[in-house]
């Protein structure tokens, strides 16, 4: 489906973003949506496949490789699964809501290659809240870089 959308209409909006602020209780909408194209949507999907590729190698990336990815809703979260998904690799989708322990045995379990958080996310992971052992990279090293 994304591959028409990026046919067809390359130069038009496919991904937004509307920044808020909150003054008090209440939030407010600081400006319009701010769109990517289906151009650029892609440019970025091929890059962070490429990416992955590269970290891997090509006897790690194979077809389903599982990859991690604790996010909110937001565009990256739909560029980084669209990758995961275009490279035939398989998207392992975490929720903060699991808690530490549920975290924890996913990421221990589910034969994860590599793990993408954002924001405050990436903050459970940073306190050291949640052990992993099983995952072969320094993701430690990774959230500084």
């Known amino acids: 489906m994304f591959e028409h ?23 407010k909408i600081l400006r319009d949506y701010e769109w990517m194209t289906f151009g ?3 440019e970025l999907r091929d890059s962070i496949g490429s990416g992955l590729m590269n970290l891997l190698g090509l ?6 490789t599982k990859i991690g990815l604790l996010s909110v809703n937001r565009p990256e979260w739909v560029i980084t ?17 699991l808690g530490p322990n549920g ?3 996913i990421l221990n379990h589910a034969d994860i290659e590599v793990f993408f958080c954002c924001g405050e996310r990436c903050v459970i992971m ?3 809240l949640v052990s992993i052992p099983a995952m072969s990279l320094d993701w ?4 500084k870089s």
């Open 126 to 128: 940073e306190r050291g």
């Open 140 to 143: 430690r090293k990774m959230l």
């Open 81 to 97: 699964d669209s990758a995961i998904q275009a490279f035939s690799m398989v998207n392992v989708a975490l929720y903060d809501t």
């Open 103 to 105: 975290l924890e045995f």
């Open 5 to 27: 959308g990026l046919k067809v209409s390359k130069n038009d909006p496919f991904l937004g973003r509307r920044a808020i602020y909150s003054l008090g209780s209440a939030p």
């Open 40 to 42: 650029k949507v892609a």
């Open 59 to 64: 006897e790690r990336a194979l077809i389903g």
